[in-house]
């Protein structure tokens, strides 16, 4: 059974650093191409970005609402995607969700999500 | 960026209605079109990629159509575990982006 389990979520303040994992079982995951998405309190959904699988270079790519500020990195021995999220801003409170999906190299069409990790910006 | 809208904003509706929820894309998408249902404190749950494909598991109540522009998610007879968000996800090009969503009550 495939599951995606993210933790690391909390309470930060403004400009400060924080970094999610999302653990997965139940798959090869190196195989896979791994994403995030994040939704605002009473807001719709929004993709952060995503990391290809080793064998299509490891390449990430994010939204502009985060790039620069935001890395996607993964361990395959651990079978661990990480969001580093540096220099927060009140607007990236949101509860933050990692995904993989149908296909193994496109990760546009996700099936699998976790549970999502809240995480509040305030001072 | 591609912009997806959807209509209605949300809606009423009874157990047993035919549903009929709207999406459109500001370019061509072809048939890069998702379909996602999302209930309270959840996560999204993937019901229809590619337009029409019904994910693995998914109630053949639930269809989608369309292709270009526009794109049309139906669910033929409501049921009580039906009630919640939908919302429809661009999957032709990063960034991958999702209409505001349709939220579906009970009348």
């Known amino acids: 059974e495939v599951q995606l389990v993210e933790s690391g979520g909390g309470l930060v303040k403004p400009g400060r650093s924080l970094r999610l994992s999302c653990t997965a079982s139940?798959?090869?995951?190196?195989?896979?191409?791994m994403s995030w998405f994040r939704q605002a309190p009473g807001k719709g959904l929004e993709w952060v970005g995503f990391?290809?699988?080793?064998?299509?270079?490891?390449?990430?790519e994010y939204a502009a609402s985060v790039k620069g500020r935001f890395t996607i990195s993964r361990d395959d021995s651990k079978s661990i995607v990480y969001l580093q999220m540096n220099s927060l801003k009140i607007e990236d409170t949101a509860v933050y969700y990692c995904?993989?999906?149908?296909?193994?190299?496109?990760?546009?069409?996700?099936?699998?999500w976790g549970q999502g990790t809240l995480v509040t910006v305030s001072s | 960026d591609i912009q997806m809208t959807q209509s209605p904003s949300s809606l009423s509706a009874s157990v047993g209605d035919r549903v009929t929820i709207t999406c459109r894309a500001s370019?061509?998408?072809?048939?890069?079109l998702n379909w996602y249902q999302q209930k309270p404190g959840k996560a999204p749950k993937l019901l229809i990629y590619?337009?029409?494909d019904l994910q693995s598991g998914v109630s053949s109540r639930f269809s989608g159509s369309g292709s270009g522009t526009d794109f049309t998610l139906t669910i033929s007879s409501l049921q009580p575990e039906d009630f919640a968000t939908y919302y429809c996800?661009?999957?032709?090009?990063?960034?991958?982006?999702f209409g505001p969503g349709t939220k579906v009550d009970i009348k």
């Open positions: 590619v337009a029409s």
């Open positions: 996800q661009q999957s032709y090009t990063t960034p991958f982006t």
């Open positions: 990391i290809r699988s080793k064998g299509y270079g490891g390449t990430t």
């Open positions: 995904a993989r999906p149908k296909g193994r190299v496109v990760p546009a069409t996700n099936d699998y």
């Open positions: 139940g798959f090869t995951f190196g195989d896979y191409a």
């Open positions: 370019q061509s998408i072809s048939s890069y």
